[in-house]
């Protein structure tokens, strides 16, 4: 029978719980994203709502994929914030800003 001469030991132990808990509280805090499953759907809301405002429509693409990214990878808090900072620089009016906020609500989900 052939000999096992430091090759291969064994399959390694995993870490203990003690050492990494996935499930603990600290370790995740769950917060307010836009959910990915609605992506194309929330997408084509923006641009009803931007085709309906007088938003040019190189600023209603790059606002768009922001509030898209932002929404998505950082929080909904972030992409409302980016949102409220493009109504204060003129750049979309209030109403459409109010537009926007409401959808991201909509299409939000916690992870």
Do not use: W
């Amino acid at each position: 029978m052939a000999r096992n001469r430091g090759r291969f030991k064994g399959r390694k132990k995993p870490n203990t719980r003690k050492d990494y808990n996935k499930y603990d509280s600290k370790a995740r805090q769950r917060t307010s994203m836009l959910s990915q499953r609605a992506i194309v759907p929330f997408k084509y809301d923006l641009k009803n709502i931007f085709s309906q405002s007088d938003t040019d429509e190189e600023t209603s693409l790059s606002i768009i994929a922001t509030v898209i990214a932002k929404g998505t990878r950082i929080s909904l808090k972030e992409a409302k914030m980016y949102v409220c900072d493009m109504e204060d620089s003129g750049s979309i009016s209030q109403r459409t800003s109010e537009d926007i906020r409401d959808l991201l609500d909509r299409y939000s989900k916690y992870r």
